[in-house]
């Protein structure tokens, strides 16, 4: 009997002719761009270190709840409550920042946090084998549901507190760089960590038995079943983990608000757009940094573009991060192929 | 895998599968609604009030009188409407998590539209309206489906986006174009023509004859999924489209269409919320009524009545907050709460663990 | 084989199983079952499809946890729970599905849930190091970092094999391992059990095909309905002895046909190229003629166009390039319900995902593909009696077991839910049927019956196309046999001019012209 067709049915692979249009047309575009007052003005702030440095801010959150989305996905279980985790953490790193004084509280919380929602997403879709993407988004309500209550009973209207954040760290010699100095090496501790993470679980995912055990989970059950692998506890590890990765990402969240502070749906659909980031980086975890430097830019764009004055209404310009995200969904996804198991619960031998 | 073998059943078993049908699909949700109503009272327990107080305060607020019952029912059509959307697209295996920008679209087409035109008889103006709306949210659904059927781009992912799409769009139109005249700088549409508005039910309430357009969609749904070719198209689809494929049935299509008609329905509900009371588009008008309608749904278990019921109970438990926080001193943010346990609690029960267990437990597979 | 007939004495008992229970919901699928396996033996397994060989097998490597009964090993008793405890005790078990990964490599297939030394890091090269000697001893020569997908189901039935053997297997069970093998794959297969019993490994070979059985075994164990029949000694029995064992009484299952001229081409297909949901070129020039009144089998190994073959018929997929002529009419953009209707109708490979809707009733899924005409619906209103009166009259003619045609298809036996597709694409006579493994994973009652009505359907005139990976299946129904390799036909022939060695030549990519000839060996078929 062949299995049914995962979660990531393979598509059609489309032509190069796409990315040498692409190309193309950029190339045309930045030539035409310069002609202009306001195309060498939008050139400028795209060559500022200010630039990268705000688009890597941007997309640490998205990067630590995509790496954590990946862990799970790889293990064949969908992670659609990414965006829970990340709200829920993002609530969690700011409360305990505020109380303990300290954003390392903040982000210990955060993990924590996380972790508990992954334990309930795990339950749902591993032990009661709900559909993984219905336990998803009652999880995302879930999560609106609780910050919600929770902020209103901690912080009482009206009140607005800044909870400590993470400070600048500032490398010998790197840091006074000419360019990269202020793009890449003046950054919080948080983001030099989200960054380590990726080749630390690129490592870990493909020269350690571990790795080798979740791929085979969410590529065959059946088959890392039969060397004794028991795959149910696999997948709950791995939702776990994903969960308390995701989780922190909303310490990251909070602290690239500039202000460390929360507000109600804070995370306002970012951890859906981490859950594309996976998709557009192929499962792979450099993949899934260039996904969400993605669309680190493009926020980071938006942002720039509403401070110099285009022209174009601001709400328009907030778009921009959510339409960078579907525009690539749409080229992307059909060459996307995930674990072949993605989407489909295990079940033991006698379990009906 | 072994076959099951089967012995012929008894009359009392035959009595019993007829009944618990409908038995497990009623039972199920108000069990989940029991058992957030315990969660709820704990979580008031713990934070030191009386259940028992804030309940009452709850059911007064929401049902206790006339001005109170019209005003929950007032807040259950664009629910309602929502949730019958979301059901029929969930049913075909489309998930549609798109309504809050659907019905933001149905909004900002039944402001323009009915704010726009003047002369043009009210019965025909107030049609037009509420098709724009339909039309707007239907095309602003069919988007994602498109995307979906030809480049494979996941639904959930693009509907979800164009939620944050819609949302900002709105906030542009009502700042700029269609931004209201006058001295007054706040982002507020232009208001809708005053005999394009639904008439009222009941005078000096709010209760308009929109609850009736959402009625009748729940009827239809049901007769549509209950006797129609078109419902067991959906539930075909829906539950394995490769065999339907195979049996020649156009699955693409079917997605098209399920997500045409969920759009159409929070599209309407966007119009019964403007030209039902709201008369001006304001920026965040709606933004959490058609993630709510999706608790609605789920809450439900897709089925057209029952989301009727679930879109009652959940706005019932939205007016009563408000008086829930006066009287007894709860945040109104802990019904919140109440409703996502009630959908937890839904999720658990009605997973293939808890019903095979409950089947057990019925005797149903003894071997 | 030569040589005197397999002696028990003065051997060790490698493996003995004393009253083994194995219980599924409704269904019990090992009796009490008494085995023992000695030192060095091949033991061959043999029973028809359910009788429990590889659920008791399953037991043995731990993948089951059994009801009852006890398992020792080497004399000793054990609590078998894991695969894991199986393999210390040096169980092995290469699956009838691989249960290989297949876009990791070899050596990661290979080591996967053992721990190196320097757990948790993976060491590919050290194992790699190891593997090699085992590689090159079984012939498997493929780079250790290929992905499995790339191989061969030969080469990745041998990875199965070197993964065994690399966890310490003694006693490696092999289940059903050439019903996924070309004949001359299967020879090769047979060439290496020889070499690994002169090693000293003990072989448990599970099949339900009697000439292998007799050809490689010392002994046989026949199982029926989850018990043991009996246990002979291979050179001491006759086929008819094993058949009967096997199946209960002397039933003859051999396919009754009376041979019968076929009529016109009614559906061609020419020219032929398509590609599949990857983008790889399944199709390359094929044509194909299918003739009224004529059974056409159509022989291939997995993977060679089959499947988009049948798509395109059926127009669930597009061409590139070439046409389908229905009855000298031009379908090839023609949509799959029009070809339905039109009376071109198929049985999927696999009913659980393509055939059934699990979750809604019999009757819905009888009417599956005509339950939007009348007078099954008018103007789109579903016509319930008229539905349930044609439901009644199907699980009637077709032999359906159901409570009742309401009952969700799901709680059906495999063969009933088959008997349901074939109800569904033979009632109203179709022109056209194109049969995809329409007995697999049935007993022989159930294939019996499908095969009968198959026949019975090319009496009528309908044209018949049976796409199956078992051999003998295609030969003893099929009027005419093609032989697919790499999306092109290789050659079509009348059965009674080919044999199975022309077929398994061809199919493994040999030209007509150096292909062994000669007929057809009638052989009963017991499938």
Not at chain 2, 154 to 171: F, K, P
Not at chain 2, 190 to 207: A, C, G, K, N
Not at chain 3, 369 to 386: I, L, M, N, T
Request: charged fraction near 15%.
């Amino acid at each position: 009997m062949t299995r049914p067709p995962g979660f990531y049915a393979a598509g059609r692979p489309r032509a190069r002719l796409v990315w040498a249009g692409a190309g193309l047309a950029g190339a045309l575009g930045l030539l035409l761009a310069w002609q202009t007052e306001l195309g060498r003005g939008i050139l400028t702030i795209l060559a500022a270190p200010e630039f990268v440095r705000a688009a890597l801010i941007a997309a640490t959150p998205l990067l630590l709840a995509a790496l954590g989305g990946l862990i799970s996905e790889l293990s064949g279980v969908l992670n659609m409550a990414l965006e829970s985790m990340m709200l829920l953490g993002a609530f969690a790193a700011y409360t305990a920042s505020d109380y303990g004084h300290t954003p390392w509280a903040g982000l210990a919380a955060a993990g924590v946090v996380g972790l508990l929602v992954g334990l309930l997403h795990a339950y749902f879709t591993i032990t009661l084998r709900a559909n993984q993407i219905v336990s998803a988004v009652a999880l995302n309500l879930f999560a609106l549901a609780a910050t919600a209550l929770g902020f209103r009973l901690i912080y009482t209207r009206g009140v607005f507190i800044t909870a400590p954040g993470f400070a600048e760290l500032r490398l010998p010699v790197l840091s006074d760089l000419p360019y990269l100095g202020k793009a890449l090496f003046s950054h919080n501790i948080l983001i030099y960590l989200a960054l380590l993470l990726i080749p630390v679980m690129w490592f870990i995912l493909y020269r350690t038995a571990w790795g080798l055990t979740l791929r085979s989970v969410g590529e065959h059950p059946e088959a890392a079943s039969t060397v004794g692998i028991n795959v149910n506890r696999v997948r709950y590890l791995a939702v776990l983990l994903s969960g308390a990765v995701a989780g922190m990402s909303g310490s990251a969240l909070v602290s690239a608000t500039n202000i460390n502070a929360f507000q109600e749906n804070l995370s306002a659909g970012r951890g859906f757009i981490a859950f594309a980031a996976v998709i557009f980086g192929r499962w792979n975890p450099i993949g899934v940094f260039f996904g969400a430097f993605l669309f680190g830019l493009g926020d980071a764009f938006q942002i720039r573009l509403q401070a110099y004055g285009v022209g174009v209404p601001y709400q328009l310009l907030l778009m921009l991060p959510y339409v960078i995200t579907l525009i690539a969904l749409v080229v992307f996804m059909r060459h996307a192929r995930g674990p072949a198991a993605s989407g489909t619960p295990f079940a033991e031998e006698g379990e009906a | 895998m072994p076959d099951s073998v089967h012995d012929q059943p008894t009359a009392r078993a035959r009595i019993w599968s007829w009944m618990k049908q409908p038995l497990a699909s009623v039972g199920l949700p108000l069990l989940a609604i029991v058992a957030a109503i315990l969660l709820g009272s704990i979580m008031m327990l713990l934070m030191g009030h009386d259940p028992l107080k804030a309940y009452a305060a709850l059911g007064r607020g929401s049902f206790g009188n006339l001005g109170a019952t019209s005003e929950t029912l007032k807040s259950a059509i664009p629910l309602l409407l929502c949730g019958l959307g979301i059901a029929f697209s969930f049913q075909a295996g489309a998930f549609n998590i798109g309504a809050v920008g659907q019905m933001y679209l149905g909004a900002l087409a039944a402001v323009i539209v009915g704010g726009q035109f003047a002369g043009l008889p009210a019965p025909l103006h107030m049609t037009l309206a509420t098709l724009a709306a339909l039309l707007a949210g239907g095309l602003w659904a069919l988007a994602p489906a498109l995307f979906k059927v030809y480049a494979g781009a996941n639904e959930i992912i693009s509907t979800i986006l164009l939620n944050y799409v819609g949302i900002y769009l709105v906030d542009y139109m009502v700042a700029g174009p269609i931004k209201a005249g006058g001295a007054n700088n706040a982002p507020i549409s232009w208001p809708v023509l005053e005999d394009v508005m639904y008439p009222r039910l009941i005078p000096r309430t709010q209760l308009h004859i929109g609850l009736f357009i959402a009625l009748t969609a729940m009827v239809a749904l049901y007769l549509v999924m209950r006797y129609t070719t078109l419902g067991q198209r959906v539930r075909v689809v829906g539950q394995n489209p490769v065999a339907a494929r195979h049996a020649g049935i156009r699955a693409d299509r079917v997605f098209l269409l399920t997500f045409f008609v969920s759009g159409s329905l929070a599209g309407l509900a966007g119009a019964s919320e403007i030209l039902g009371y709201q008369v001006r588009l304001i920026s965040g008008f709606a933004t959490t009524t058609g993630y709510d309608a999706i608790a609605v749904a789920l809450l439900a278990g897709f089925q057209p009545f029952l989301v009727g019921l679930a879109a009652l109970f959940f706005a019932g438990l939205q007016t009563g907050a408000v008086a829930m926080e006066a009287i007894a001193k709860l945040p109104s943010q802990l019904v919140g709460m109440i409703r996502v346990l009630a959908i937890l609690a839904v999720l658990a029960a009605s997973s293939p663990r808890i019903l095979a267990l409950v089947r057990r437990l019925q005797g149903e597979e003894q071997p | 084989m030569t040589g005197p007939a397999f002696s028990t004495t003065g051997r060790e008992a490698a493996l003995e199983l004393r009253q083994i229970v194995k219980k599924f919901p409704g269904v019990l699928a090992n009796d009490r079952v008494d085995l023992t396996i000695y030192t060095g033996e091949v033991h061959a397994l043999l029973g028809e499809n359910g009788a429990g060989k590889s659920t008791l097998m399953k037991v043995v490597y731990g993948l089951y946890h059994r009801d009852g009964g006890e398992i020792l090993v080497r004399g000793q008793p054990y609590d078998i729970r894991s695969p894991q405890a199986a393999m210390a005790l040096g169980i092995g078990m290469v699956h009838q599905h691989f249960m290989l990964i297949p876009n990791i490599s070899i050596i990661e297939n290979i080591v996967l849930g053992l721990r190196s030394d320097r757990y948790p890091l993976l060491r590919l090269d050290e194992a790699g190091r190891r593997v090699r000697a085992l590689a090159e001893d079984f012939g498997l020569n493929a780079a250790l970092s290929t992905k499995v997908g790339k191989l061969t189901v030969g080469q990745q039935q041998k990875v199965e094999i070197i993964k065994a053997l690399y966890r310490g297997a003694r006693l490696l069970i092999l289940d059903e391992p050439t019903a996924v093998l070309l004949p001359q794959e299967t020879e090769e297969l047979f060439k290496l059990i020889e070499k690994l019993r002169a090693g000293g490994v003990t072989i448990v070979f599970i099949s339900h095909k009697l000439n292998e059985v007799l050809k490689i075994s010392d002994r046989v164990t026949v199982m029926r309905r989850g018990r043991v029949v009996r246990t002979l000694t291979t050179r001491q029995t006759s086929p008819a002895e094993l058949a009967e064992a096997m199946v209960g009484q002397a039933v003859d299952l051999a396919v009754v046909k009376q041979p019968r001229p076929a009529g016109a081409p009614r559906l061609v297909i020419e020219d032929a190229y398509a590609r599949d949901d990857l983008g790889s070129p399944k199709l390359n020039g094929l044509r194909l003629a299918l003739r009224a009144g004529e059974i056409h089998g159509l022989a291939g190994v997995d993977g060679n166009g089959q499947q988009t073959l049948v798509e395109a018929l059926m127009g669930l997929r597009g061409l590139e390039r070439g046409r389908i002529l229905f009855a000298d009419q031009d379908i090839t953009s023609q949509p799959t319900a029009e070809r339905i209707r039109a009376g071109v109708v198929h049985i999927p490979e696999n009913r659980h995902t393509e055939g059934l809707v699990l979750g809604l009733s019999v009757t819905d899924n009888l009417l599956l593909d005509v339950f939007e005409d009348p007078p099954y619906a008018q103007r789109g209103w579903r016509q319930f009696k008229v539905m349930d009166a044609h439901a009644a009259t199907l699980t009637q003619a077709f032999d359906i077991r159901t409570p009742s045609p309401a009952v969700e298809v799901r709680k059906l036996s495999g063969g009933n839910q088959q008997k349901v597709i074939l109800a569904r694409s033979l009632w109203r006579n179709p022109a056209v049927l194109i049969a995809m493994q329409p007995t697999r994973g049935l007993d022989v009652g159930a294939a019996a019956f499908i095969h009968k009505r198959l026949v019975e359907a090319r009496d009528q005139g309908c044209a018949l196309l049976i796409v199956s990976s078992e051999l003998d299946e295609i030969i003893a129904l099929s009027d005419v046999i093609s032989v697919i390799y790499e999306g092109r036909i290789v050659e079509t022939r009348p059965t009674s001019e080919t044999n199975l060695n022309r077929i398994g030549f061809l199919m493994a990519g040999g030209q007509p012209d150096q292909a062994p000839t000669g007929r057809t060996d009638a052989a009963p078929l017991l499938t």
